[in-house]
């Protein structure tokens, strides 16, 4: 759909991975007007930049966002690809307003609601969505000596393959899902040891994405009900048993260890005073919220979130914010778990809108 620049919309989404889709799918049902920023040249979101052999831990048909399911996969679960090419087809089906390679550089108050600024060029809106997600943001930890350190150092955003770490020494230091699928290819090549702040927690086997949010949303609807959810242990945080990590464990090697005290020239110093020399740190320590465009309004917190009741900015109400976590919707960073916050979203900018009409 072709867009017309420096107009004004109802809302403006900031966004064009799987939340800000999302959203679109609704607003296209609402009847206001709407358009997409998108920062990346093609479709896919963050997809586009996991590593090869990333895949869901859920089948399609618990990996769909709003209206349309994900097409099932012959084999196992849905890997990056099968990702973006669903949302490609996703978007192309709903014939969504989206404006590409277009970096939201700041959020402006004006007049009538917020303007949206991209290197000269704006946008005007009654209401934005912001969706930017956290792919963007990764988080590396400070270690002492840290700059010292000669070796390679890659966070997992920009991880691809493990082929380049062949026959080296790796630390992989994360104890999260990424960090275990990580570890569990790479030791497959290297000599690698994985670091974990505690001991990981590993889900049974027949545990999925699927059955996480399950258990997330009973949990939820146990705490708005006031009383204590009866449920099994296991979060979405913890680790799900794909199948690589499956061959990691079967190999022995599905081990972890405590961090190392300080980095050195050549390798890092354990709490026993033991070095070890290595050659590159993969760091799987995750993201924090992409929201550098919304600084200008003087929002974002020391904690690098934004203060928000129900999704809409405590300070700013005609600000939204969709998929950086629970804090803006349970799950609302996943797949399956987006389709509900931004039905909820949508219905509040939606009577906004009417009120102030």
């Given at each position: 759909?072709?867009?017309?620049?420096?107009?004004?919309?109802?809302?403006?989404?900031?966004?064009?991975?799987?939340?800000?889709?999302?959203?679109?799918?609704?607003?296209?049902?609402?009847?206001?007007?709407?358009?997409?920023l998108d920062a990346e040249a093609a479709p896919g979101g963050?997809?586009?930049?996991?590593?090869?052999?990333?895949?869901?831990?859920?089948?399609?048909?618990?990996?769909?966002?709003?209206?349309?399911?994900?097409?099932?996969?012959?084999?196992?679960?849905?890997?990056?690809?099968?990702?973006?090419?669903?949302?490609?087809?996703?978007?192309?089906?709903?014939?969504?307003?989206?404006?590409?390679?277009?970096?939201?550089?700041?959020?402006?108050?004006?007049?009538?609601?917020?303007?949206?600024?991209?290197?000269?060029?704006?946008?005007?809106?009654?209401?934005?969505?912001?969706?930017?997600?956290?792919?963007?943001?990764?988080?590396?930890?400070?270690?002492?000596?840290?700059?010292?350190?000669?070796?390679?150092?890659?966070?997992?955003?920009?991880?691809?393959?493990?082929?380049?770490?062949?026959?080296?020494?790796?630390?992989?230091?994360?104890?999260?899902?990424?960090?275990?699928?990580?570890?569990?290819?790479?030791?497959?090549?290297?000599?690698?040891?994985?670091?974990?702040?505690?001991?990981?927690?590993?889900?049974?086997?027949?545990?999925?994405?699927?059955?996480?949010?399950?258990?997330?949303?009973?949990?939820?609807?146990?705490?708005?009900d006031g009383v204590q959810p009866q449920q099994p242990e296991?979060?979405?945080?913890?680790?799900?048993?794909?199948?690589?990590?499956?061959?990691?464990?079967?190999?022995?090697?599905?081990?972890?260890?405590?961090?190392?005290?300080?980095?050195?020239?050549?390798?890092?110093?354990?709490?026993?005073?033991?070095?070890?020399?290595?050659?590159?740190?993969?760091?799987?320590?995750?993201?924090?919220?992409?929201?550098?465009?919304?600084?200008?309004?003087?929002?974002?917190?020391?904690?690098?979130?934004?203060?928000?009741?129900?999704?809409?900015?405590?300070?700013?109400?005609?600000?939204?914010?969709?998929?950086?976590?629970?804090?803006?919707?349970?799950?609302?960073?996943?797949?399956?778990?987006?389709?509900?916050?931004?039905?909820?979203?949508?219905k509040q900018v939606e009577s906004y809108l009417t009120d102030?009409?």
């Amino acid at each position: 759909m072709v867009v017309n620049q420096n107009s004004t919309f109802d809302v403006v989404v900031i966004g064009g991975g799987q939340s800000a889709l999302t959203v679109a799918y609704f607003l296209r049902r609402s009847g206001l007007s709407y358009v997409l920023l998108d920062a990346e040249a093609a479709p896919g979101g963050a997809w586009r930049h996991g590593w090869d052999s990333l895949r869901l831990f859920s089948p399609s048909a618990w990996s769909s966002i709003a209206g349309w399911p994900m097409p099932a996969v012959s084999e196992g679960t849905p890997g990056r690809d099968d990702v973006i090419d669903y949302l490609t087809l996703y978007e192309r089906r709903y014939d969504f307003p989206i404006i590409r390679s277009t970096r939201v550089n700041r959020v402006e108050k004006i007049e009538d609601g917020l303007r949206v600024v991209s290197e000269g060029r704006a946008w005007d809106a009654k209401a934005v969505i912001s969706a930017t997600g956290t792919w963007s943001h990764p988080v590396i930890p400070t270690y002492p000596g840290q700059e010292l350190f000669r070796g390679q150092q890659i966070h997992s955003a920009h991880y691809v393959e493990p082929s380049e770490f062949e026959g080296k020494t790796v630390l992989v230091v994360g104890g999260g899902n990424s960090g275990a699928q990580i570890y569990a290819e790479v030791s497959k090549v290297a000599h690698t040891t994985w670091v974990t702040q505690q001991v990981p927690k590993f889900l049974p086997d027949a545990v999925d994405g699927r059955v996480l949010f399950e258990r997330a949303s009973d949990r939820l609807k146990a705490q708005q009900d006031g009383v204590q959810p009866q449920q099994p242990e296991g979060g979405l945080g913890d680790i799900v048993m794909v199948p690589p990590v499956k061959e990691a464990r079967e190999r022995g090697v599905l081990n972890a260890v405590r961090p190392f005290t300080h980095f050195t020239s050549t390798g890092v110093v354990w709490p026993s005073g033991v070095e070890t020399t290595i050659d590159a740190v993969i760091w799987c320590t995750g993201f924090s919220p992409a929201l550098d465009h919304l600084s200008n309004l003087g929002i974002v917190g020391d904690d690098g979130k934004v203060a928000v009741n129900e999704n809409r900015s405590v300070a700013s109400p005609n600000l939204w914010l969709v998929g950086y976590g629970d804090w803006t919707g349970l799950a609302s960073a996943t797949l399956i778990g987006v389709t509900r916050t931004a039905r909820d979203v949508v219905k509040q900018v939606e009577s906004y809108l009417t009120d102030t009409a």
